[in-house]
């Protein structure tokens, strides 16, 4: 990986190549080694004056920065906190830049884990997408990922497991105009109340949105075909794959020291959403936010007691 030297990964640590005339000659090197930890044969990448790439159990991502007091590059462990997700074993990473700064790393496994990373702010938040894996099939199971810098936007494409098929897949991130929440989806017309072409879906039960509205869930027939509104003008189909989160322990402090382990109790919590439907909060629907009779101009805070 080209940095501020020729920084270079192998299986037993981190090497720094550098030049005493500023460019690398084969009578002008050195080889200067780093830190120790070793690295898998996947790629690394540059993220801002640092560089992230794969441990060599593939259980970790870890990121070299140059440290001045020390006139050298230290490793350090992205990971530390999310290694549970990493259970499958990494194999390719990449980093898209546009909406949340993000790396997406492949699973063998066939999973993407993605950590939203901003090493300013100290903010490392990772979560994991199965793409239609929830039923223990292959069915959308990710064999590659590509980030293509395209403009002001990075394009983020895979290489996808269907219905007898490997597809072509674009992966539309959060602020993309065109983004929908369906797995595997199309937006697509309909003739006669029938929409044709779904063979990647084929067998799958999918869910409908019809000019905005959702339609109950079915079945793709074996010929890839899916019934809809004979009214309906714009149709998207895809997998509904639900969106859960786990909020980690608090830990408030004490003047004794850490608060972990003892006995917490949250007074109330407030949900803060961005186009998002209304989630369920201890398997119960959060009541509306806003009515009819709320204004349009006014900010509406809906607080919820956990159980």
């Not at 903010?123 to 590659?144: I, K, L, N, Q």
């Not at 039960?205 to 339609?215: F, K, N, P, S």
């Not at 075909?225 to 997998?239: K, L, N, P, Q, Y």
Request: hydrophobic share 40%.
């Amino acid at each position: 990986q080209g940095h501020r030297t020729l920084l270079i990964g192998t299986d037993r640590g981190e090497l720094a190549m550098v030049a005493q005339g500023g460019v690398l000659t084969p009578s002008d090197f050195e080889v200067r080694p780093q830190s120790g930890y070793g690295s898998a044969d996947v790629q690394a990448v540059q993220i801002g004056d640092s560089a992230i790439y794969v441990s060599r159990d593939r259980r970790r991502l870890r990121m070299l920065t140059f440290n001045l007091q020390e006139n050298g590059w230290q490793s350090q462990d992205v990971t530390f906190t999310s290694e549970h997700l990493t259970g499958g074993l990494i194999r390719d990473i990449d980093w898209v830049s546009t909406g949340n700064d993000q790396i997406l790393a492949v699973m063998r496994s066939g999973e993407v884990v993605s950590w939203v990373f901003n090493r300013p702010q100290q903010v490392v938040a990772p979560w994991r997408a199965t793409f239609g894996m929830a039923d223990g099939s292959d069915f959308g199971r990710v064999y590659a990922i590509c980030v293509l810098e395209a403009g002001d936007q990075g394009r983020v494409w895979m290489l996808v497991q269907r219905v007898g098929a490997v597809c072509l897949e674009e992966w539309l991130v959060a602020d993309d105009p065109e983004r929908c929440l369906l797995d595997g989806h199309a937006l697509t017309t309909q003739a006669g109340g029938v929409v044709s072409g779904l063979t990647w879906l084929a067998g799958k039960e999918v869910v409908t949105i019809e000019d905005g509205v959702i339609q109950p869930a079915q079945t793709v027939a074996a010929d890839g075909t899916a019934t809809a509104s004979a009214t309906a003008s714009w149709i998207e189909v895809g997998v509904y794959s639900p969106r859960t989160f786990t909020t980690l322990p608090k830990e408030g402090g004490q003047p004794g020291g850490t608060a972990a382990g003892s006995k917490q109790r949250f007074t109330k919590v407030s949900l803060r959403l961005n186009d998002s439907a209304l989630p369920l909060v201890n398997q119960v629907r959060v009541a509306p936010d806003r009515t009819p009779e709320t204004s349009m101009a006014k900010a509406f805070h809906r607080r919820c007691r956990p159980s």
